[in-house]
């Protein structure tokens, strides 16, 4: 099935306090040599298994407009816990916001959040006037984010708004 696409276009950044929204004991910082065994380990709570080196190169690390400056880890206590990537479309004025993903012991701390400002800013102070993602119907705590972060859902015919409709459904009725 089809993932589901949202879409951010430039009005104005949602507010972004990126030092000051920190949990204590995390820092944000872009990828460098070294990071490639954490990096996969941190995405197996959204690909749910380890990518090997060439799957994680395809992915993230040599896929068209990623820059390391544009691959965002979360690291709590020196360990890394989270990423997400923003990298560059063909035209450059246009951005995706890519692989969001969090270990479970850094859950409730609003990482997926911080992780996607620093990607949104990293696009935005780039040239970017528009950021799209992709994302499942049952990914709702990372829907309800990106829609706090001013994302629209993209409706490109009556099946997508149906689904649309659920996930909506699903929100309101969503237990926290």
């Known amino acids: 099935m089809q993932q589901l696409a949202m879409r951010w276009t430039k009005k104005h950044l949602p507010v972004i306090a990126l030092s000051q929204s920190l949990p204590p004991g995390v820092v944000i910082r872009t990828y460098k040599e070294g990071d490639k065994e954490a990096l ?13 080196d ?9 896929r068209v407009g990623v820059r390391p400056e544009g691959i965002f880890l979360a690291e709590m206590n020196g360990e890394i816990v989270g990423t997400t990537t923003g990298y560059f479309n063909e035209d450059q004025t246009r951005g995706t916001l890519h692989m969001v993903s969090a270990l ?8 997926g959040k911080i992780l996607c400002q620093h990607a949104m800013d990293y696009l935005v102070n780039n040239g970017c006037n528009e950021i799209v993602l992709t994302t499942d119907d049952f990914r709702l705590a990372a829907i309800k984010t990106y829609l706090n972060l001013e994302f629209e859902p993209v409706i490109s015919d009556k099946d997508m708004q149906a689904r649309w409709d659920k996930v909506r459904e699903n929100l309101r009725n969503r237990v926290e």
Do not use: C, F, N
């Not at 996969?40 to 090997?52: C, F, G, H, M, W």
């Not at 479970?104 to 990482?111: E, F, H, N």
């Open 40 to 52: 996969k380990d941190a995405l197996i709570p959204l690909t749910e298994v380890r990518y090997s």
């Open 104 to 111: 479970s012991k850094a859950g409730g701390k609003g990482l």
């Open 54 to 62: 060439e799957k994680l190169d395809e992915v993230i690390l040599q």
